[in-house]
């Protein structure tokens, strides 16, 4: 599969300066050419120079031409004189068009492309094999996602594609659809784009050209290639691409995990059952997972929150990490048994850290903002529960946070202060899930009052290696 460098220069000497900046960086560059005010292709495609692909879209199709179809094909027409390695056509432009152009005595290759902005439809085969009709080198298809289950309508026309030898780019476009950017590699894609780096972007949820060799390693990507990855949302600042794929390089595992932004969990599950081998999961599905899987790991049976699933002989497996990794951060600092515990919130990693506190027999109060699950979980764990409004008196020797609050992502009336200013004392112990920012401003908070503190990098770091050994032993 190839690697394509996508650049959109909006002048000339710009263009120059990014052929020659990028001529080693990947297999092709593709030039939007559209976008440039002093367009001259003789200077564009003069040798030496990388292999080009020629791309003059209308504002409708994502570009800025507004000339005449007359003009874009001359344009064509031009750089196919020249010599461009290719050149990309809109089949909205009409099969006349694209015969046109194919009836033109060349050695460049014409990728003839579709686009659709709003959705992925239905049709994509009926659209596939029109394409295939105009007999052009290269088939493009891109669409964008509704959901993330529309990816595995690309990887079926993919494998559709490989069988019948027919070259073919297809990819859906979005966040969600980032997976298929990537995947391409597994499933028998022709190639894949890239920018250089984030402001560069050409197309709704490209990759940087570093994000896909060096963290996902997509040329080592192949049929065989297992995939995991993290279900959840949101994912975007998941550490897990990092940890687990830099495992996987170092152990040479032809495998490759991703982030999976999922809306419908059941139906992701059900979609993309065959095509995993193994998830995290993460907020809002810990629980939501549970009726979805074959079978439990005892604890995380007894606590009913699942993070890790793994799919071993025809079976979705659950586990769950975060336990063993809070009950290890906590061991190594103090022991738990009769201490006073306060635990922040009443989702599912701050159940898992009640759970944890409740049995190693410390004295455990519950506290969230709604009175009704704080008591819920409270009785569910037979421990004691509390809100924010009414802080808890009881001076804690532990305190863990399994809220949000102070991720990065949340907006500043979201970024509220967890406990009261003169709560954090001298010689207890605060653990925050957060991990972005590594440090919290619980945790400033926690370290200026002496408080010894443990961040959610070090608590996913824990978990992720307990996570990883669960992986490598069904890859």
Not at 173 to 192: C, V, W
Not at 205 to 234: E, F, M, S, W
Request: net charge positive; glycine share 6%; with cysteine.
């Amino acid at each position: 599969m190839k690697l394509c460098l996508s650049i959109a220069p909006s002048t000339m000497k710009q263009a120059l300066s990014r052929l020659r900046q990028c001529s080693q960086l990947a297999d092709l560059i593709e030039v939007r050419i559209d976008g440039i005010s002093d367009l001259h292709l003789e200077k564009l495609l003069k040798r030496p120079r990388p292999a080009v692909i020629i791309t003059n879209r209308r504002k409708e199709e994502g570009g800025q031409f507004t000339g005449s179809a007359k003009e874009q094909f001359d344009i064509l027409s031009k750089a196919i004189n020249l010599g461009a390695e290719y050149v990309d056509i809109e089949m909205s432009w009409g099969t006349e068009f694209v015969k046109k152009i194919l009836s033109d005595p060349r050695k460049t290759r014409v990728i003839c492309s579709y686009h659709n902005f709003k959705q992925t439809p239905s049709n994509l085969l009926s659209i596939y094999e029109k394409m295939k009709e105009t007999g052009a080198d290269v088939i493009k298809i891109a669409t964008m996602t509704s959901d993330i289950t529309d990816n595995v309508k690309m990887f079926k026309l993919l494998n559709k594609a490989r069988k019948e030898r027919q070259r073919l780019i297809a990819f859906c476009m979005g966040e969600s659809g980032q997976i298929s950017r990537i995947l391409t590699a597994k499933f028998g894609g022709y190639l894949t784009y890239a920018a250089q780096d984030i402001q560069e972007f050409t197309g709704p949820g490209q990759l940087t050209l570093d994000d896909l060799t060096n963290i996902y390693r997509i040329h080592t990507l192949d049929t065989r290639t297992k995939v995991l990855g993290l279900a959840g949302n949101p994912v975007t600042h998941s550490k897990g691409i990092y940890y687990h794929n830099r495992v996987f390089a170092r152990r040479a595992v032809n495998a490759v995990y991703l982030n999976f932004l999922v809306t419908n969990l059941n139906r992701f599950v059900r979609t993309f059952r065959e095509y995993f081998t193994g998830l995290s999961i993460t907020m809002p599905f810990k629980q939501e997972v549970i009726p979805l899987l074959d079978t439990i790991d005892e604890k995380a049976s007894s606590l009913n929150v699942v993070n890790t699933v793994i799919f071993k002989n025809g079976k979705l497996i659950g586990y769950n990490t975060d336990l063993p990794a809070i009950e290890r951060l906590l061991r190594k600092r103090t022991i738990l048994k009769d201490k006073n515990v306060v635990v922040l919130g009443t989702g599912a990693t701050s159940k898992t850290m009640a759970f944890v506190s409740v049995t190693n027999g410390a004295q455990t109060i519950v506290v969230g903002r709604s009175a009704e699950k704080a008591k819920a979980m409270a009785v569910e764990l037979h421990c004691d529960w509390g809100t924010f409004k009414d802080f808890p008196t009881v001076k804690a020797d532990i305190i863990m946070n399994g809220t949000s609050v102070g991720m990065t992502t949340l907006t500043a009336s979201d970024q509220k202060r967890l406990v009261p200013k003169d709560y954090l004392h001298k010689g207890m112990i605060v653990l925050d899930a957060v991990y972005n920012p590594p440090l919290t401003p619980f945790l400033k908070s926690a370290q200026q009052a002496g408080c010894e503190v443990i961040s959610g990098v070090e608590l996913f770091e824990e978990q992720a290696r307990i996570q990883s050994k669960l992986f490598l032993e069904v890859l």
